[in-house]
């Protein structure tokens, strides 16, 4: 072979390195801009799950939600390469109850979602030769916050700092407790399976107590429910004065009442099931063994104006007892009764377990749906 002929291929072969050696950098820079749109993505996402999460843990309150938002963005762009900000325009959204979240679908009576979309700016290296210096990588997230699965058996919205008292012995307490005041546990062998909160003072001098899920200080909560007489109606039976059945063994029909004065119960063995009575005054159970289950929004006994008073022994009360304006005094042996929400609420009674209806939660859980 002549010394021509192996400079020429010593030729050839330079020029296909040349040409490999371009390619293979330019594949390189290719890898480093899909990396870096890769890397920026999932940190955009990151961020706006996170903020979306916080965010929705604020609801209803928009302008709260919108805050704790920029605060989770701002915490996940600590020591990142890539900064996310929350577009500008729309990039956070609210969906109260009742409205359509696209791609999800409608939300519950008692549920809000939230929607954050974050943006990064990603600056190329390889489409640079294009002309291309940067692009902008949007994601979302929405989180949807509910009621929790603990119901509430014991509401005192009052501010008193007696507002919740326990003198009873051998109690048995399950879901939440909530006083906007104080709660005195005075009673022996008392069993909290669910959380308890107060907002003014604690007071357990007993030492017998036993707190599965602690207890602790919290904010003022608003009414676990909040209905009005006319939540009710049609009524199916009308009482227009006070109402004082006597007679033992009585079963009354299902349905709604509605008690224009004062409901007192004095004969033994009572029957309501499905029942709800709504009354303006004072309601008294006083008769032995009583049975009540709700026949509407899970609601037993209601006094609009007045206080609620139980002194029978073996009462079962499966729905709610509600007072807003009043007293609950839940005296008597061996009963049990699902929730009680009231300005002030005492237990006298012993060996009384307290269930709680389910849906009437005032926890929240937050979960992300898109």
Not at 72 to 96: C, L, M, S, T, W
Not at 203 to 224: F, I, L, M, V
Request: aromatic share 10%; net charge negative; glycine share 10%.
């Amino acid at each position: 072979m002549s010394k021509l002929l192996r400079d020429n291929r010593k030729g050839v072969v330079i020029v296909w390195v040349a040409i490999a050696l371009v390619a293979l950098l330019g594949m390189a820079a290719l890898t480093i801009d899909v990396g870096r749109l890769c890397i920026a993505a999932q940190t955009a996402q990151d961020a706006v799950d996170a903020a979306a999460l916080a965010g929705a843990s604020q609801l209803p309150g928009f302008t709260a939600a919108w805050d704790e938002a920029e605060l989770y963005v701002a915490a996940n762009n600590e020591g990142r390469g890539f900064q996310v900000q929350i577009k500008p325009e729309d990039g956070v959204v609210h969906y109260g109850p009742g409205t359509t979240v696209p791609d999800y679908g409608e939300l519950g009576s008692k549920a809000h979602a939230l929607e954050v979309t974050g943006q990064v700016e990603v600056v190329y290296a390889f489409a640079k030769v294009f002309g291309v210096e940067t692009t902008v990588v949007t994601r979302s997230a929405t989180a949807m916050q509910e009621p929790g699965d603990t119901p509430t058996t014991v509401f005192a919205y009052n501010e008193n700092e007696h507002a919740i008292e326990f003198p009873g012995d051998r109690l048995e307490i399950n879901g939440l407790v909530h006083s906007n005041g104080g709660i005195d546990v005075t009673g022996v062998n008392i069993t909290f399976h669910g959380p308890v909160e107060y907002f003014n003072i604690f007071r357990d001098p007993s030492g017998t107590t036993t707190y599965e899920a602690g207890y602790e200080q919290h904010p003022k909560r608003d009414w676990p429910i909040d209905y009005t007489a006319s939540d009710f109606e049609p009524y199916d039976y009308i009482i227009d004065g006070d109402w004082e059945p006597t007679t033992s063994n009585l079963i009354l029909a299902p349905g709604n009442y509605f008690v224009n004065g004062n409901v007192k119960f004095r004969g033994d063995w009572l029957v309501a099931e499905d029942c709800t009575i709504v009354a303006t005054g004072n309601i008294h159970l006083a008769g032995n063994a009583p049975r009540f289950t709700p026949h509407d929004k899970d609601v037993s006994l209601y006094s609009l104006q007045g206080d609620i008073n139980t002194t029978a022994d073996g009462a079962e009360v499966d729905g709610i007892l509600f007072a807003p304006s009043g007293h609950i005094d839940y005296l008597g042996n061996g009963q049990r009764v699902a929730s009680l929400f009231a300005q002030t609420v005492s237990f006298y009674g012993d060996s009384v377990d307290i269930t709680g209806v389910p849906g009437t939660s005032v926890l929240r859980k937050v979960r992300l749906i898109k």
